[in-house]
Nanobody
Framework: QVQLVESGGGLVQPGGSLRLSCAAS????????VGWYRQGPGKQRESVAR???????NYADAVKGRFTISRDNVKNTVDLQMNDLKPEDTAVYYC?????WGQGIQVTVSS
């Protein structure tokens, strides 16, 4: 049974940082593309960052230069380091891979 579990969300002030982590069981992350997605209030889910099996990365224009996706093959996790956070980054963030999704985690950027 495949499970993806996100952690690391919370409330942060504008300009602050958070690190999200997605831990997988039942699937070996290194074999697949893994993505972080988000859904803001009243918005559709959108792709934020992706990393493929060759460790090639892709970022949404809105987060380029601020967010970094990385994987730890030993821990079977994929992290999203988020710096210089802005109020418009407020959303529920999801980890997704091979058709599976985590439950989502709230990130709120507010003063």
């Amino acid at each position: 049974q495949v499970q993806l579990v996100e952690s690391g969300g919370g409330l942060v002030q504008p300009g602050g940082s958070l690190r999200l982590s997605c831990a997988a069981s039942g699937i070996i992350f290194s074999r697949y593309m893994v993505g972080w997605y988000r859904q803001g209030p009243g918005k559709q889910r959108e792709s934020v960052a992706r990393i493929d099996s060759g460790d090639n990365t892709n970022y949404a224009d809105a987060v380029k230069g601020r967010f970094t996706i990385s994987r730890d093959n030993v821990k079977n996790t994929v992290d999203l380091q988020m710096n210089d956070l802005k109020p418009e980054d407020t959303a529920v963030y999801y980890c997704g891979s091979f058709g599976y999704w985590g439950q989502g985690i709230q990130v709120t950027v507010s003063s």
